[in-house]
T-cell receptor
Framework: DAGVIQSPRHEVTEMGQEVTLRCKPISGHDYLFWYRQTMMRGLELLIY????????DSGMPEDRFSAKMPNASFSTLKIQPSEPRDSAVYFCASSPPRPNYGYTFGSGTRLTVV | AQSVTQPDIHITVSEGASLELRCNYSYGATPYLFWYVQSPGQGLQLLLKYFSGDTLVQGIKGFEAEFKRSQSSFNLRKPSVHWSDAAEYFCAVGDGSNYQLIWGAGTKLIIKP
């Protein structure tokens, strides 16, 4: 298996532009998580899905952020409009339906909003 | 509320020396416990985990961790570190009910030559 695949690896965009981050989880992993990592706040859970259904989106910072999972092999995290304070590394992780398994993380997308 | 504490923000160790990274958790039941490693510019990689059985668990890259219920700790150890171990290490706790993990703030390991 190729692991969790995220794209792009790096994204530089101007303030006000729409940004879309993509994630392909491992096949058979029913759970998908979106995290944001910054120096100031560490790892923050934004939202997670089970079987393509959003379960908890309480970590989504504001309405500018949205996430979808149209099928078991693809998820997007969209920021519209983007702001400089959104600059961070965004990780996607997936897990099978076994809570003792742990997560498999993607390599992340480093977002810079200028 | 559940919480995870990694008391050391940075630790510096000489190459070849032993290592212990501390992790304390606050949780009512027997938790699921994990250690992850993050190399610069990379995602987090699972090193090892504990959920039941033998309280000393072995992981990848020569790491081990010991679950001590009486101390609410799950410390990570390695007998002899290599320069390639320089990274950030995260402890995480879950309860299995909702698949969410509670994360420590991380400990950055610096290796002296």
């Amino acid at each position: 298996d190729a692991g969790v695949i995220q794209s792009p690896r790096h994204e530089v965009t101007e303030m006000g532009q729409e940004v879309t981050l993509r994630c392909k989880p491992i096949s058979g992993h029913d759970y998908l998580f979106w995290y944001r990592q910054t120096m100031m706040r560490g790892l923050e859970l934004l939202i997670y899905f089970n079987n393509n259904v959003p379960i908890d989106d309480s970590g989504m910072p504001e309405d500018r952020f949205s996430a979808k999972m149209p099928n078991a092999s693809f998820s997007t995290l969209k920021i519209q409009p983007s702001e400089p304070r959104d600059s961070a590394v965004y990780f996607c992780a997936s897990s099978p339906p076994r809570p003792n398994y742990g997560y498999t993380f993607g390599s992340g997308t480093r977002l810079t909003v200028v | 509320a559940q919480s995870v504490t990694q008391p050391d923000i940075h630790i510096t160790v000489s190459e070849g020396a032993s290592l212990e990274l501390r992790c304390n958790y606050s949780y009512g039941a027997t938790p699921y416990l994990f250690w992850y490693v993050q190399s610069p510019g990379q995602g987090l990689q699972l090193l090892l985990k504990y959920f039941s059985g033998d309280t000393l668990v072995q992981g990848i890259k020569g790491f081990e961790a010991e679950f001590k219920r009486s101390q609410s700790s799950f410390n990570l150890r390695k007998p002899s570190v290599h320069w390639s171990d320089a990274a950030e290490y995260f402890c995480a706790v879950g309860d299995g009910s909702n698949y969410q993990l509670i994360w420590g703030a991380g400990t950055k390991l610096i290796i002296k030559p």
